[in-house]
């Protein structure tokens, strides 16, 4: 439940087939998909949920803009400046139908014009026309108007050119939960000295049927996005990425990344990644392979990744993450 001074953010109850998806041009006539085709069982966790705050049946919550916040893209090349640390898969003909893994939760200080998103990518698509979908959480002063912790998913069809958007700031994904998880603050932070860890568990799935691309968070149904909004990920994705990545204020000065700390092998001592999951071709959740696997950091002095491997007990986990600076554009 809330604190006495924790904000709460205004969700406003929309008829589902009123939400802002419904506006965009290629989904004017679209259905609501209601019989989604997986192994996993759609049921809220309650545990998980900072507050009990729900729309009525037939309804989905739209968190309100803020003034003074925009939907802007900022993974163009009119943004230089970005950073990265993550996994991500060799480009190998490779198809997959999905990418899962539990993300730790970190409490981080950004400054307006920075972000730090921490979260699961599919791809597919040449650069100018790529498809990507995104999953994760996102510390983004000026896409929230603050800087709490926050379930953010983003997507683009033409290369982050012409589409796309985080959450449902423009028309595309489709809510088909009552719970306001979308740009949801989490109240419950992983602790750096190890004492305590929270994670989310994001998955993002084709479903074999229709083609859409299913969001869940602990097995709770979010929403998807139609497949109509693509050209190349209808076909599955080429490449999972999964890490960090970082924007930087207009003087340079990237922001901290994971937890804001270099990471070490003591997953519960750094921003870590674990049970890191695909979906192959045929739908079947697998483990990542290491053979498959490339790592990726691109300012060393800034950031840093340690990739661990499978275990019993983590399954696919890697450790990321560093507390940003003059990180070179």
């Given at each position: 439940?809330?604190?006495?001074?924790?904000?709460?953010?205004?969700?406003?109850?929309?008829?589902?087939?009123?939400?802002?998806?419904?506006?965009?041009?290629?989904?004017?006539?679209?259905?609501?998909?209601?019989?989604?085709?997986?192994?996993?069982?759609?049921?809220?966790?309650?545990?998980?949920?900072?507050?009990?705050?729900?729309?009525?049946?037939?309804?989905?919550?739209?968190?309100?803009?803020?003034?003074?916040?925009?939907?802007?893209?900022?993974?163009?090349?009119?943004?230089?400046?970005?950073?990265?640390?993550?996994?991500?898969?060799?480009?190998?003909?490779?198809?997959?139908?999905?990418?899962?893994?539990?993300?730790?939760?970190?409490?981080?200080?950004?400054?307006?014009?920075?972000?730090?998103?921490?979260?699961?990518?599919?791809?597919?698509?040449?650069?100018?026309?790529?498809?990507?979908?995104?999953?994760?959480?996102?510390?983004?002063?000026?896409?929230?108007?603050?800087?709490?912790?926050?379930?953010?998913?983003?997507?683009?069809?033409?290369?982050?050119?012409?589409?796309?958007?985080?959450?449902?700031?423009?028309?595309?994904?489709?809510?088909?939960?009552?719970?306001?998880?979308?740009?949801?603050?989490?109240?419950?932070?992983?602790?750096?000295?190890?004492?305590?860890?929270?994670?989310?568990?994001?998955?993002?799935?084709?479903?074999?049927?229709?083609?859409?691309?299913?969001?869940?968070?602990?097995?709770?149904?979010?929403?998807?996005?139609?497949?109509?909004?693509?050209?190349?990920?209808?076909?599955?994705?080429?490449?999972?990425?999964?890490?960090?990545?970082?924007?930087?204020?207009?003087?340079?000065?990237?922001?901290?990344?994971?937890?804001?700390?270099?990471?070490?092998?003591?997953i519960q001592k750094s921003s870590n990644f674990m049970f890191v999951k695909a979906k192959d071709s045929n739908y079947q959740t697998v483990?990542?392979?290491?053979?498959?696997?490339?790592?990726?950091?691109?300012?060393?002095?800034?950031?840093?990744?340690?990739?661990?491997?499978?275990?019993?007990?983590?399954?696919?986990?890697?450790?990321?993450?560093?507390?940003?600076?003059?990180?070179?554009?």
């Amino acid at each position: 439940m809330l604190g006495a001074n924790e904000p709460m953010d205004d969700f406003d109850c929309v008829d589902i087939y009123k939400q802002p998806a419904f506006q965009h041009p290629m989904l004017k006539h679209h259905t609501i998909q209601e019989n989604f085709i997986s192994n996993e069982i759609h049921k809220r966790k309650d545990n998980y949920k900072m507050n009990d705050q729900s729309c009525p049946k037939g309804m989905v919550p739209i968190l309100k803009q803020r003034d003074g916040t925009d939907n802007v893209h900022l993974d163009t090349i009119e943004y230089p400046g970005q950073h990265f640390a993550t996994i991500e898969t060799i480009l190998d003909g490779t198809i997959y139908r999905g990418a899962e893994a539990y993300i730790s939760i970190h409490d981080l200080t950004i400054q307006n014009n920075q972000y730090s998103k921490n979260q699961i990518w599919l791809e597919n698509g040449p650069r100018h026309q790529l498809n990507s979908i995104q999953v994760g959480w996102a510390v983004h002063p000026r896409l929230y108007g603050d800087s709490l912790t926050r379930f953010t998913i983003f997507w683009t069809a033409d290369g982050y050119r012409k589409t796309g958007c985080y959450n449902t700031k423009c028309p595309g994904f489709v809510l088909v939960t009552r719970y306001n998880w979308l740009g949801m603050y989490f109240g419950r932070y992983s602790i750096n000295s190890g004492k305590e860890s929270v994670y989310v568990q994001p998955k993002n799935f084709q479903d074999r049927f229709t083609g859409n691309w299913i969001v869940e968070v602990y097995d709770e149904l979010i929403g998807y996005w139609p497949k109509e909004l693509f050209t190349h990920l209808n076909n599955g994705a080429s490449l999972l990425r999964f890490g960090g990545n970082t924007f930087p204020f207009p003087n340079g000065i990237s922001p901290p990344m994971g937890n804001g700390h270099f990471p070490v092998v003591d997953i519960q001592k750094s921003s870590n990644f674990m049970f890191v999951k695909a979906k192959d071709s045929n739908y079947q959740t697998v483990e990542i392979e290491d053979e498959k696997i490339r790592r990726y950091v691109d300012a060393y002095q800034c950031y840093r990744l340690y990739y661990g491997g499978y275990s019993k007990s983590t399954g696919v986990v890697f450790t990321y993450g560093g507390p940003g600076g003059n990180c070179g554009i």
